[in-house]
């Protein structure tokens, strides 16, 4: 399970704890997308980074005993989610986003947090539970 943990810029509204749930051998990867709020009154753009609770240059989920599984984290925007860029620890986007002018997103969500952990990487590791948390950080420019 990943957590999702937020630094308010103006207003931000996680739906949920993103739940990969319990590998099967037929699958290809484990994906899973929450839509997200950016909301502000103030300012127009943004650019995001994100952190998670391991350091080091990639995410990884890792278990009790100290195994860990590497995973991608994506952030989409734009009409039907379209856009997409591959965030990575601690680094800024290279794109800057569009805050919803609407309070509280009432026009609905404006972005998705997608996260994907391969086969190789599952299949690599020893059987557990293994979880991290994200912290999304918003830069307004």
Request: hydrophobic share 35%; proline share 6%.
């Amino acid at each position: 399970m990943l957590t999702i943990g937020t630094a308010m810029a103006s207003g931000v509204i996680v739906n949920d704890d993103l739940y990969l749930g319990i590998w099967t051998p037929i699958a290809s990867r484990w994906e899973t997308r929450v839509p997200v709020c950016i909301w502000s009154e103030d300012e127009s753009a943004y650019r995001i980074s994100v952190s998670g609770a391991t350091t080091g240059r990639r995410f990884k989920l890792a278990n009790d005993i100290g195994d860990k599984v590497r995973y991608r984290v994506y952030w989409h925007t734009g009409r039907n989610y379209k856009k997409r860029e591959r965030l990575r620890p601690t680094v800024p986007s290279r794109r800057a986003y569009a805050f919803s002018p609407e309070r509280n997103c009432a026009d609905g969500f404006n972005a998705q947090i997608r996260v994907r952990v391969s086969k190789r990487q599952i299949d690599r590791a020893p059987p557990g539970v293994y979880n991290d948390t994200l912290l999304l950080i918003l830069s307004p420019l």
